[in-house]
């Protein structure tokens, strides 16, 4: 593989991922509709207008790359997005069941006293 070539398949993957991150983000954030405090701060910072127009500006540029990319740079591009949005779902999966687990200890432990 030419150095072109790998540097055009490093910035596809990495821009693919930047973009899943930021995606998930935005759309997480956007799509509850108004937070209470303390998650405010999260919706009115990943959630808003200009946060939108910036994920669709990286939609764009991940896009142009990999218009002229070769099918197996596309297809890693592919992968890496797909990577990055299943260990977003896994880690807010967690971080959910968690706080589940953690309500229910403090009902638990209110009974106690």
């Not at 593989?1 to 055009?8: G, I, K």
């Not at 200009?50 to 990319?69: G, I, N, P, R, W």
Request: hydrophobic share 40%; glycine share 4%; with cysteine.
């Amino acid at each position: 593989m030419n150095t072109s070539r790998a540097c055009r398949q490093a910035l596809s993957c990495a821009s693919n991922c930047i973009l899943a991150i930021e995606l998930a983000y935005n759309q997480g954030w956007q799509l509850p509709g108004k937070m209470p405090a303390p998650y405010n701060e999260f919706a009115e910072r990943w959630g808003n207008i200009d946060f939108t127009k910036y994920v669709k500006l990286l939609s764009q540029q991940a896009d142009e790359v990999l218009e002229t990319a070769e099918g197996d740079v596309q297809k890693q591009a592919e992968e890496s997005f797909l990577m990055v949005a299943k260990f977003e779902h896994n880690f807010w999966q967690m971080a959910f069941h968690i706080a589940q687990h953690e309500s229910k200890i403090v009902i638990y432990n209110s009974k106690l006293c």
